[in-house]
């Protein structure tokens, strides 16, 4: 049975030979090892885990982020790809009914949305804001974001009302924390936007807190501002290049940029009768469009013609008729930035030529001033 006991010469007991064949079970290994290494075996075990634990969090993270910049390019099929991804993940890491879970539902329902596939999103957008109800203890803001996603979910539908009422709901659950009114003010401006409400879309643009202001809210916020000019809303328009020109003087100073959008300021400001800060707005724009391209480039021929007008209304005829003389020699040359269809005064026809024409209208009342 075990292994024999041969006395040796010396007359100690030898140890027990082990028998051949019988390696010692796992227990008596690691009680032969030691305290010492079963602890240093359990750590490693934990580390191994641990690791694991991470890379799965780095994935989700990854592939979310890659979610996220799908959708804000409009790639919405490759959004619902990532989104698939990291909603399974969060099944298996938080369960189907997690209010972390509801995040991703959110935003596998809204790729969906973006690709018009509203049948398939239904049952995600339900899925999303039911969690987010039997979930009292929410973070406000992420639960504003599932909110916001129904709201977007039923203008889709075309229910307006709806999608309002949802977005009343996203406010109050917000508990007014800045991080989200941001979010919440472009929401509004979008679902606005598509009921045809440009006025209400602007409002809300221009609620949006000067320092939550993104780069991309600088083309939404001229768009509305135009909109409202020729509604015959200055007083909404000025509102809006007024956010316009504050964020791209932040972002990128003393480029093209900032001179257009300070030209639109002093624009939108006449339209409203305030002369004289339309005045102090399109000399700094004058100047700072001469800075970027030179004195003689036909880029800034529309400012100077409005700041004209502007002059002529003070009552300084002398300041009118240098901006007019300039207009009036200025040629067309290639190369002009593109302004894109914000100008104010755009129209058919040669830019330039149009410039001029009212210019020498304008010179005629200066020599007669």
Same mark, same amino acid.
């Given at each position: 049975?075990?292994?024999?006991?041969?006395?040796?010469?010396?007359?100690?007991?030898?140890?027990?030979?082990?028998?051949?064949?019988?390696?010692?079970?796992?227990?008596?290994?690691?009680?032969?090892?030691?305290?010492?290494?079963? #602890?240093?075996?359990?750590?490693?075990?934990?580390?191994?885990?641990?690791?694991?634990?991470?890379?799965?969090?780095?994935?989700?993270?990854?592939?979310?982020?890659?979610?996220?910049?799908?959708?804000?390019?409009?790639?919405?099929?490759?959004?619902?790809?990532? #989104?698939?991804?990291?909603?399974?993940?969060?099944?298996?890491?938080?369960?189907?009914?997690?209010?972390?879970?509801?995040?991703?539902?959110?935003?596998?329902?809204?790729?969906?949305?973006?690709?018009?596939?509203?049948?398939?999103?239904?049952?995600?957008?339900?899925?999303?804001?039911?969690?987010?109800?039997?979930?009292?203890?929410?973070?406000?803001?992420?639960?504003?974001?599932?909110?916001?996603?129904?709201?977007?979910?039923?203008?889709?539908?075309?229910?307006?009302?709806?999608?309002?009422?949802?977005?009343?709901?996203?406010?109050?659950?917000?508990?007014?924390?800045?991080?989200?009114?941001?979010?919440?003010?472009?929401?509004?401006?979008?679902?606005?936007?598509?009921?045809?409400?440009?006025?209400?879309?602007?409002?809300?643009?221009?609620?949006?807190?000067?320092?939550?202001?993104?780069?991309?809210?600088?083309?939404?916020?001229?768009?509305?501002?135009?909109?409202?000019?020729?509604?015959?809303?200055?007083?909404?328009?000025?509102?809006?290049?007024?956010?316009?020109?504050?964020?791209?003087?932040?972002?990128?100073?003393?480029?093209?940029?900032?001179?257009?959008?300070?030209?639109?300021?002093?624009?939108?400001?006449?339209?409203?009768?305030?002369?004289?800060?339309?005045?102090?707005?399109?000399?700094?724009?004058?100047?700072?469009?001469?800075?970027?391209?030179?004195?003689?480039?036909?880029?800034?021929?529309?400012?100077?013609?409005?700041?004209?007008?502007?002059?002529?209304?003070?009552?300084?005829?002398?300041?009118?008729?240098?901006?007019?003389?300039?207009?009036?020699?200025?040629?067309?040359?290639?190369?002009?930035?593109?302004?894109?269809?914000?100008?104010?005064?755009?129209?058919?026809?040669?830019?330039?030529?149009?410039?001029?024409?009212?210019?020498?209208?304008?010179?005629?009342?200066?020599?007669?001033?």
């Amino acid at each position: 049975m075990g292994g024999k006991l041969v006395r040796k010469a010396d007359g100690k007991r030898p140890k027990r030979a082990e028998p051949r064949g019988h390696p010692r079970p796992p227990g008596l290994i690691m009680g032969t090892l030691g305290p010492e290494l079963v #602890f240093v075996a359990a750590v490693m075990a934990a580390v191994g885990a641990l690791s694991a634990s991470r890379q799965g969090r780095r994935d989700i993270v990854a592939t979310w982020r890659r979610g996220h910049a799908a959708f804000a390019a409009d790639r919405f099929d490759e959004a619902e790809q990532c #989104f698939l991804l990291t909603l399974a993940i969060a099944e298996q890491r938080f369960g189907p009914d997690h209010w972390r879970t509801a995040l991703h539902v959110n935003a596998l329902a809204q790729a969906l949305v973006g690709q018009r596939r509203l049948e398939d999103a239904a049952p995600l957008v339900d899925r999303a804001l039911g969690i987010v109800e039997r979930w009292s203890r929410m973070p406000h803001a992420e639960a504003a974001s599932v909110i916001l996603g129904a709201a977007t979910f039923q203008s889709a539908l075309g229910h307006h009302a709806r999608a309002m009422a949802l977005v009343d709901r996203a406010r109050r659950a917000t508990k007014n924390e800045l991080s989200m009114r941001a979010t919440i003010e472009r929401t509004v401006a979008r679902l606005e936007a598509v009921a045809g409400h440009d006025a209400e879309a602007a409002d809300a643009l221009a609620r949006i807190p000067f320092e939550q202001l993104e780069p991309r809210d600088v083309r939404a916020l001229a768009t509305f501002g135009v909109a409202c000019l020729r509604d015959g809303d200055p007083e909404r328009a000025v509102r809006c290049f007024t956010s316009a020109h504050a964020l791209v003087e932040r972002e990128s100073p003393g480029e093209f940029a900032e001179a257009f959008y300070l030209g639109l300021l002093g624009e939108v400001l006449a339209r409203c009768g305030r002369d004289e800060e339309a005045r102090r707005a399109l000399e700094q724009a004058v100047i700072d469009y001469d800075a970027v391209l030179g004195e003689h480039h036909p880029a800034s021929a529309a400012l100077l013609v409005e700041l004209a007008e502007v002059r002529l209304r003070l009552g300084d005829s002398a300041g009118a008729r240098i901006a007019c003389e300039r207009v009036v020699a200025m040629r067309t040359i290639s190369g002009a930035p593109s302004e894109e269809p914000y100008r104010t005064s755009a129209a058919t026809g040669d830019p330039l030529g149009l410039e001029r024409h009212r210019a020498h209208a304008l010179l005629a009342r200066a020599r007669r001033g």
